[in-house]
């Protein structure tokens, strides 16, 4: 039997700065739509969003919002890095997945539609199990689940694992990326020669479950991964593409009320930057940053900041609190960049990003490319240099270079000279080339997130489609 019941959304992110502060803006749209939302976050993310963030307060603004929180299971000291995200799974399917359950088994008022993230395979179970419709939201690029979805067919065609080391051979068995990924550019973990490894286990499982939800929400814009999309459609044919969410609720803010959206980071972001950023001339600053879970050595540090450095070009640096593993100690560093830290740099721990990729001072971005960066970069038309370093960055970063065209990818090479060759590049000799390119891709971004356009037109579907899904009562 079929009842009709008051819409009521719950999401569950993957507990990361990015999945979290995307699905954040999501329910942040649906709220402003006034449709009833259950955010789930685990005790630490929320304890850190508490701590650094308004986002409690500017959440009592929707009387239907509510925040539950569950443990994620890991030691208070686990720095959750991404080198952590296999046992974070592993600890949650235990400590979080049996209350999660519990709590919509037990809603007051019944869940009319969960979204949770593509790797959450549990999820569909539990939906299952309420009656209620799923939708994954994956919050990794297109281009990159595509790549995941590609898997089994690799496997199956002998290309995964790499027959030997060239990692500039050509993919065959990823449809709509030929001519384009070469093996480096699949995700990093692809790099194996053991199919049982957790992470390739953990993708299998993903691939298998993602055809079986009603439907799959993608930050990411028509425009810009049209071709992706239409792969993606064979596999999962109801995609929402509601991207870039960040410049998506910012256009819907300022339909509903004059205010600006806050942040939702889970470190302290130092405003500081912004002050040094207004005394520095137009685009004359590249900003460098890899973002919340990837991880350098002190080596690759000393290579960054001697390019950055030896390129004479002024930059923003953020150094993540233990971003450096193994030994970051800084003391006796080279005189000659203390000095030039010292007359072109600004290095902080974390920075309100958004708001430093609008600065007009800002000409290019250094960046690790995860797929919020990625966007957030795009919608204000800076382009970047690219140093992936897992999951989708491989294939992003590839994207950037050779199909949209918004910058260089400098992946698998951590070296000075390359790194002071790559940013005179983008910051100066073909700088025109390159803001050209990525200021179309901006405006491109920017209407698809305006009324009419067509992120703006699946969200508006997706907010009917919720308000109209019921439930299987028992
Ligand atoms: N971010 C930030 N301040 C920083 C560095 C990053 O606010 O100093 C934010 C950034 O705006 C983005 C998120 O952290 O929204 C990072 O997500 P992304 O998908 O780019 O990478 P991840 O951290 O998941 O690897």
Request: net charge negative; proline share 6%.
């Amino acid at each position: 039997m079929q009842h009709e019941r008051e819409a009521h959304v719950f999401i569950f992110p993957l507990p990361l700065q990015g999945p979290v502060n995307c699905m954040l803006k999501l329910a942040e749209i649906l709220s402003i739509n006034k449709i009833k939302v259950t955010f789930l976050n685990t005790d630490y993310i929320h304890q850190r969003l508490c701590s650094h963030t308004d986002v409690p307060i500017r959440f009592r603004n929707y009387p239907d919002f509510c925040f539950r929180t569950v443990p994620d299971g890991l030691p208070e000291e686990n720095p959750r890095t991404g080198t952590e995200i296999g046992n974070l799974l592993e600890s949650m399917d235990a400590s979080a997945v049996p209350i999660f359950r519990e709590m919509l088994l037990t809603a007051e008022t019944p869940v009319t539609c969960l979204i949770a993230d593509g790797i959450f395979t549990f999820a569909t179970d539990v939906a299952a199990e309420i009656g209620a419709p799923l939708l994954y939201f994956d919050t990794v690029s297109p281009c990159g689940l595509w790549t995941y979805l590609c898997l089994p067919k690799l496997i199956e065609a002998g290309e995964v694992p790499f027959k030997d080391d060239n990692l500039d051979e050509m993919i065959i068995n990823a449809p709509g990326m030929e001519g384009i990924i070469r093996r480096r550019d699949l995700p990093s973990f692809y790099r194996t020669n053991d199919l049982n490894d957790q992470i390739i286990q953990l993708v299998l499982r993903e691939d298998e479950h993602i055809p079986l939800a009603q439907g799959v929400i993608f930050n990411t814009f028509h425009h810009l991964e049209a071709p992706i999309l239409a792969q993606l459609r064979t596999v999962c044919p109801n995609i929402y593409a509601l991207g870039p969410l960040h410049a998506h609720l910012k256009a819907r803010l300022a339909s509903w009320e004059a205010r600006p959206t806050t942040s939702n980071s889970i470190w302290e972001e130092d405003g500081s930057c912004i002050s040094w950023l207004d005394k520095q001339p137009s685009k004359s600053v590249v900003y460098v940053s890899i973002g919340s879970l990837a991880v350098m050595t002190r080596d690759q540090m000393c290579e960054i900041w001697h390019g950055l450095v030896n390129s004479g070009v002024r930059f923003l640096w953020v150094r993540r609190p233990g971003s450096v593993t193994g030994d970051s100690d800084e003391t006796g560093i080279d005189q000659e960049l203390a000095r030039g830290t010292e007359e072109r740099g600004c290095i902080v721990r974390w920075a309100p990003q958004e708001e430093v990729l609008a600065h007009p001072a800002v000409g290019g971005f250094l960046t690790h490319s995860g797929w919020n960066s990625t966007l957030e970069s795009m919608v204000e038309g800076k382009p970047m240099i690219c140093w992936p370093y897992f999951v989708d960055q491989q294939v992003n970063s590839r994207y950037v270079e050779v199909v949209w065209k918004v910058g260089l990818d400098m992946k698998d090479s951590c070296d000075r000279v390359v790194v002071e060759k790559m940013v005179r590049e983008v910051m100066e000799s073909r700088k025109d080339e390159f803001l050209k390119g990525a200021e179309e891709v901006a405006e491109s971004a920017r209407a698809a997130v305006s009324p009419g356009g067509s992120s703006f037109a699946d969200m508006d579907r997706l907010i009917e489609e919720i308000k109209t899904m019921k439930i299987a009562i028992k």
